[in-house]
């Protein structure tokens, strides 16, 4: 304790203090300083780091393209099982046989014939190449095939799952990918730091690849 007129220390038991004669009843107390702790600031929010998670990187380049490689061939199969009823539906194998017998077509069936097919074809192309990579990148797998034999799969900028919308968005944005001259769109899978093709940075994705 200390005393409220001369500020000299006294012990509790004193009645007065022996400095100055003042009666201990007329002490205070001294206020002892702030001790709370300081404000913490809360951190700011970073962006987790997917590659730093035990067992998983960011996909090369050279892996995505066998995995490529491999669903192509893939695709190729769906592609000729579909054609077969087209090209039956679409008369261009009755027209073919008339023109093998001899038997003249008409100058006004032949381009339509030819052209109804020429159409479906690429349809059935962009269509099973759509549902084939949107479908298995957005299901439990998160890759197509090819990605999955090489334990390659695709996620949003989260290390998420994507959803069916995202997933055709990055299909669609392949179309960009493929007009840049010299292959310079999917090249970017194996220079950017978060491995990412052209299609990726637009449709917000990364793929990714398990040890």
């Not at 960011?58 to 995995?67: E, M, S, V």
């Not at 949003?156 to 392949?174: E, H, I, M, N």
């Not at 093709?197 to 994705?205: S, T």
Request: charged share 10%; with cysteine.
């Amino acid at each position: 304790m200390y005393c409220s007129k001369c500020g000299n220390e006294i012990s509790a038991a004193t009645a007065f203090c022996p400095s100055c004669g003042q009666a201990v009843g007329s002490l205070a107390p001294v206020a002892l300083p702030n001790m709370s702790p300081p404000a913490v600031e809360a951190p700011a929010y970073a962006p987790p780091v997917i590659a730093a998670q035990a067992g998983v990187f960011y996909a090369g380049f050279w892996l995505r393209f066998i995995a490529f490689l491999i669903d192509s061939i893939l695709r190729g199969v769906a592609f000729v099982l579909l054609l077969i009823p087209l090209f039956v539906l679409s008369g261009a194998g009755a027209a073919i046989e008339r023109i093998s017998s001899g038997e003249d077509i008409s100058d006004n069936i032949a381009p339509l014939i030819a052209g109804g097919f020429l159409l479906g074809f690429f349809g059935i192309i962009l269509l099973v190449s759509w549902l084939y990579y949107a479908l298995f990148e957005a299901s439990s797998w998160q890759a197509t095939p090819g990605k999955k034999l090489l334990n390659l799969y695709v996620t949003d900028l989260d290390g998420q799952p994507v959803t069916f919308t995202r997933a055709s968005g990055r299909f669609f944005a392949k179309i960009v990918t493929s007009v840049i001259p010299f292959a310079i769109g999917y090249i970017l899978a194996g220079i950017t730091e978060k491995k990412q093709a052209l299609h990726d940075i637009i449709a917000g994705c990364l793929v990714l690849r398990k040890s």
